[in-house]
Structures are given as structure tokens and as C-alpha cells.
């Protein structure tokens, strides 16, 4: 439940300006306290405090509580606006990166919570009677605060200038790829990740909620199964979809409390994230390259570029061991199984693409070729090598049945080589 909440809350753009607009209130009333405490002592010779009329003090609260609630609101209409047509361009789901974007957020919060500073402190304001007081060391943190919001839009422009370049939005895409692997793929194994397969039998535990599984809490899980002398096999991994009363889980144990376990540490949403989710990193490049080749974008070298990134992270996937599906306890008792993807199911997914929708694009079907390369340098499993050599025939077979396919016997020469490097060697005979 934690875990689903914090996924959600870091990819929103509520929860930061909610905490700063939080702390925003409390500041004013501190802040005004401190006024009227300097002000009841006499000290009105300290700095920050001359004299301020009550008209003075609300007219300055008043230009700096609008002004920042429209350049805010202004801002991010265009800024979504600006989204909205580069996510058609190059994938809807690039919209997350913005959303969670902890510079976007920051910019946001920090408007939100000058507003609200400048709204407080404008209502403790007085003019008439006996009780006439002007806050003035608060507005002048309120000028202050202005003068910074001033710092931060220059710096949202050139932060959104730079983040709406398809450059950078692949750099995202490829951090996101290459932190997802190693999670997934890591280079050290630690002394509870095992190679496991899942087992049959037990009690099905079923999908509570419809939605994609985002993040399964593997230490969590261990701790409970161990505690309820069982062991938890997932049926599905991060990326799978769930519909209701689909099968979630395969438990051995107490199994109320291994119900209870699943459905608190696996956590299920309407979207798919790439923090455990390789193969959604995967497709998002792999989505950037094919959107850049349709006919309404016609940008070859963005997918080429996209699969030159995709190659930071397949390479380490393929050179690296199988990802661990089992963990163990203290004790070196298996109590998960998780069903991560194989080397050769994300390199397929990529390939498959490529096969269908570059071989009219020379630029990106050499990109393609030199990903290929490099993969077949870096692969040392006989697994993935077998799989790479498919992948390397059926691409070979549509570029020798294409007649759109330019300098096609160039790439068809390229492809032999591969394959002929990738070919399993022939046993001698005896």
C-alpha cells in the first residue's frame, strides 16, 4: 500500500506543491508571530522594519499573490500545451516523464507556495482601531520570495527548452532503461537472488483490481512468506496486465497471510512505470524510433538515435547472467519466484519492430545493423546467441522479400556476416 502510494505521489504533480503550500502557511503565521512579538517589544529600529502603511503592505501582497498565480498558471498551460504536441510525435507516455519531472514539480510547488504566503500574510493585514498592524518583516520575505519566483520561471524556460528536444527526452528514456536493468539484471547477485523456476500446486491467489503490475516488494514478500513458513510464486511480473479475479500468485503456507502478503506488497495501477519494468523502458525507445518513422514525422536519425540508446542498456542485459527469479531467506529457504523477462524476449521485441517498420528507412536499418554488431560481440549465453541468430535470419529474410529496402545488397552482406558469427558451431564428427 506504501509502495503504490509513493509510485503515484512521485509521478503527480500534487505532492510536492501540497507539502511546500503546507509549509507556505505555517511560514506566514511563524513569520507574522514574529511581527507582533518585535513589534509588542518595541524594536521597530531593526532592519526590515520601518514603517509600512497598511495600504502599502496590501498593495505589495496583492501584486505578488496575482502575478504569480497567473505567470504559474500561464506557464504550465502553454508548457502543457507544448507536451501535448510532442507526445504525439513521439509517444503519449513521455507525458509521465514531464509529470514526473522533479524540476517541473519544484518550479510548480514553489509558485503555489509564494501565492499562498502572500494570501496569509495579506489577511493579517489591519488598518482601523485599536488593532492596526502591518506585518512588515513578512512582506518583505514576501518580496523576497518574489524575487525568487523570478529566478525560477528563467529557469522553467530553459528547463522546458531543453526538455521538449528529442535529445533529451531520449536521454530520459535511456536513464530510465539503464536504471530498470539494473535492478532487473544485476552485476552482482546478492546472496539471496537464486535461479529459480516456479512451481505448481498451492492456492491461486487472484487479482484484486484490474491494472498493470508496477512494483513487487521482493523483501517484503521474503519477510512475510518466511514468517508464515511459505513461499510465493508470481504468476506475473512488473509490465503484466490484470483483469479482476485473474491469477496473481501461487502460494504454500498460511495461506490467508500469504493472500494478505501479495495483494499489500504487489503493487497493481492503471499504467505501466519503468522502475522494475525493463521491457517498458525498452518500448518506450523502441515507440520513439517507430513514431519518428511514420510518414507525418519522417525523421529517420531520431531513430536511429533511439536505437543507438536502446543499445546501453540490451548490451548489459545480454552480456550479464539471467535475471534471478528466486529469493531466498536467512536461511537460504526459497520463498518468491518473480518472473522477470529474458534477454531474448527484449531483444525479439526490438528486432520485430525494426523488421517492421525500417526497411525503408536506410539510416535507421543501419543503426539497426550496428546494434545488432554490437550484441553479437557482447552475448556470451548460448541462449541468447541462438536467439539473436533467429532474429538475425528473419530480418534478413524480409530485407532479401523487400523491393524498398535501399543498398540492399550491402545489408544483406551485413547480415550474412552476423549470422554466420552468430551460427552455433558445428560439432566435428567422430
Known amino acids: ?42 524594536l521597530t529600529d531593526l532592519p526590515l522594519m520601518d514603517t509600512l502603511s497598511a495600504d502599502g503592505g496590501r498593495a ?61 500574510v495579506l489577511g493579517d493585514v489591519h488598518s482601523e482601531g485599536t488593532g492596526a498592524f502591518v506585518p512588515t518583516v513578512a512582506v518583505h520575505v514576501a518580496i523576497v520570495l518574489a524575487v525568487v519566483n523570478v529566478a525560477v520561471l528563467v529557469f522553467f524556460i530553459h528547463h522546458i527548452a531543453q526538455s521538449v528536444q528529442v535529445t533529451t527526452l531520449q536521454h530520459r ?19 539471496d537472488q537464486v535461479d529459480a523456476d516456479p512451481a505448481g500446486g498451492g492456492t491461486v491467489v487472484t487479482a484484486r483490481r484490474s491494472g498493470y503490475v508496477q512494483h513487487v516488494d521482493g523483501g517484503a514478500l521474503v ?40 495483494h499489500d506488497h504487489v503493487t497493481t495501477g492503471p499504467s505501466r512505470t519503468p522502475y522494475q519494468d525493463v521491457a517498458f523502458a525498452v518500448q518506450d525507445l523502441t515507440e520513439m524510433a517507430v513514431r519518428a ?8 536519425y531520431t531513430a536511429a538515435s533511439a536505437l543507438d540508446a536502446l543499445g546501453e542498456g540490451l548490451v548489459t542485459v545480454v552480456e550479464r547472467a539471467p535475471a534471478p527469479w528466486g529469493r531466498t531467506d536467512d536461511d537460504g529457504v526459497l520463498r518468491l519466484v518473480v518472473p522477470w523477462p529474458t534477454a531474448q524476449d527484449l531483444v525479439t521485441s526490438v528486432v520485430t519492430a525494426v523488421r517492421t517498420y525500417a526497411l525503408g528507412a536506410p539510416v535507421t536499418l543501419d543503426a539497426a545493423l550496428r546494434l545488432l554488431g554490437r550484441l553479437e560481440r557482447s552475448a ?10 533467429g532474429q538475425v535470419l528473419a530480418l534478413r529474410d524480409a530485407v532479401a522479400d523487400g523491393s524498398g529496402v535501399v543498398d540492399a545488397p550491402d545489408v544483406l552482406d551485413r547480415l550474412e556476416a552476423l549470422a554466420d558469427a552468430l551460427a552455433p558451431a558445428e ?4
Request: glycine share 8%; aromatic share 6%; net charge neutral.
Open 293 to 300: 518513422l511514420s510518414p507525418g514525422t519522417n525523421d529517420p
Open 427 to 430: 560439432r566435428p564428427s567422430s
Open 60 to 120: 505589495v501582497l496583492t501584486a505578488i499573490a496575482g502575478s504569480v498565480l497567473t505567470v504559474a498558471a500561464t506557464s504550465f498551460s502553454i508548457t502543457i500545451s507544448v507536451m501535448a504536441t510532442t507526445s504525439s510525435a513521439y509517444g503519449p507516455r513521455l507525458v509521465r516523464n514531464f509529470m514526473a519531472d522533479r524540476a517541473n514539480q519544484a518550479v510548480l510547488a514553489v509558485f503555489t507556495a509564494t501565492f499562498l504566503y502572500a494570501l496569509v
Open 173 to 191: 528514456v535511456r536513464d530510465e532503461l539503464v536504471a530498470a536493468v539494473e535492478v532487473v539484471f544485476p552485476a552482482d547477485r546478492g546472496p
Open 223 to 262: 519477510r512475510r512468506a518466511a514468517e508464515a513458513g511459505g513461499r510465493v510464486d508470481l504468476l506475473v511480473g512488473p509490465g503484466s496486465h490484470l483483469v479482476a479475479g485473474e491469477p496473481l500468485a501461487r502460494v504454500r503456507g498460511d495461506v490467508d497471510e500469504l493472500t494478505d502478503a501479495v
Open 380 to 389: 556470451n549465453r548460448p541462449s541468447v546467441r541462438e536467439a539473436l541468430h
Open 1 to 42: 500500500m506504501v509502495t503504490r502510494w509513493v509510485t503515484r505521489a512521485r509521478e503527480s504533480f500534487w505532492f510536492l506543491p501540497a507539502v511546500l503550500g503546507v509549509l507556505a502557511l505555517v511560514a506566514a503565521k511563524g513569520v507574522v508571530a514574529l511581527d507582533r512579538a518585535l513589534q509588542d517589544a518595541g
